[in-house]
């Protein structure tokens, strides 16, 4: 693994090992706060958007894997005034050991990757958010036992964690069924791909009961993202039908758990009565977060230490 830019760029192996590193890191942590196999390393964290979890997340595992963390602002750097990417990318690989990126063009990290030489981490961008879906799934197997068999519903906008979802789902061996209101479906390339290449099956439907029933996990995010704040009444419109509420969830199994990467509009896309169920595991989703991207980190800068 030489990049983290794309879950499809991944084997089903690349990502089971990352789960396997998550775990033992996560143990060995709390048994041996010594053990920091990032010690002397330095990440350049690059922010071209707004962010709560992820940079902390991303700060806070730097430090308790013993690396630098640096955070960049996206407009205070040259990058901001018209510098090309692959000069940053080649510069700042004389610098740094790796880089996380979160901006709004996935060709930016992709150029990123190409022409720097050190590993580039995708923060998220507005077509993928992988760092969160291995989060999420993380928190599938920390409360479920296991994706694998599982049904997950996403329900509502097409956006860059349904698009991670499906990439995910391409990958592993869990079915995957998204109600999204005509005309904001996933990228229709990931779609087509992920339903060509999955182990499981993967549904698109308009129908956000048929998406929850018998459901394992039920997932959603806001109805406007970053970027699109003057569409806001016309998808509250769209999405009402959409919203994730006791009714709807109550479909489900009586067993399954309630995701969202945050942070959650609440009365809109999910219900205060969801959000704080038994049922939510949104807060140790947040949490998985530090862990998986401390994996994902130690991987990809010395994963012979972990062998």
Not at 1 to 21: C, N, P, Y
Not at 236 to 263: D, M, T
Request: net charge negative; with cysteine; hydrophobic share 40%.
């Amino acid at each position: 693994m030489k990049h983290f830019l794309s879950l499809s760029g991944l084997t089903a192996e690349q990502i089971g090992r990352i789960f396997d590193v998550t775990a033992e890191l996560r143990e060995r942590y709390f048994a041996d706060e010594d053990f920091m196999p990032l010690t002397g390393y330095s990440v350049a964290l690059i922010f071209e958007k707004a962010s709560t979890r992820t940079r902390i997340s991303f700060e806070v595992g730097c430090y308790q894997l013993g690396a630098q963390p640096l955070f960049i602002a996206g407009g205070t750097t040259q990058m901001g005034r018209g510098e090309p990417i692959k000069d940053m990318a080649r510069v700042m690989s004389r610098y740094v050991d790796a880089v996380m990126i979160r901006t709004f063009d996935q060709a930016v990290i992709e150029e990123f990757a190409q022409f720097g030489s050190i590993p580039v981490i995708n923060g998220l961008t507005d077509l993928l958010h992988p760092c969160q879906v291995l989060a999420d799934l993380q928190t599938v197997i920390d409360h479920l036992g296991s994706y694998e068999k599982k049904k997950i519903a996403w329900v509502g906008d097409g956006n860059n964690m349904a698009n991670s979802w499906l990439n995910a789902a391409a990958r592993l061996p869990f079915d995957l069924t998204l109600a999204c209101p005509e005309g904001y479906d996933p990228d229709a390339d990931i779609l087509a791909r992920a339903q060509q290449e999955a182990a499981g099956n993967i549904v698109l439907t308009r129908d956000p009961v048929e998406a929850v029933v018998g459901a394992d996990v039920v997932t959603t995010d806001v109805w406007t993202s970053m970027g699109m704040e003057g569409q806001e009444e016309q998808r509250r419109e769209v999405f009402a039908p959409y919203q994730v509420n006791g009714e709807l969830f109550g479909k489900a199994k009586p067993s399954a758990i309630f995701l969202h990467c945050l942070p959650a509009h609440r009365g809109e896309e999910v219900t205060d009565d969801v959000i704080e169920s038994e049922a939510s595991k949104v807060w140790h989703e947040a949490e998985n977060r530090l862990h998986v991207q401390k994996a994902i980190m130690t991987l990809l800068i010395n994963p012979e230490i972990m062998e």
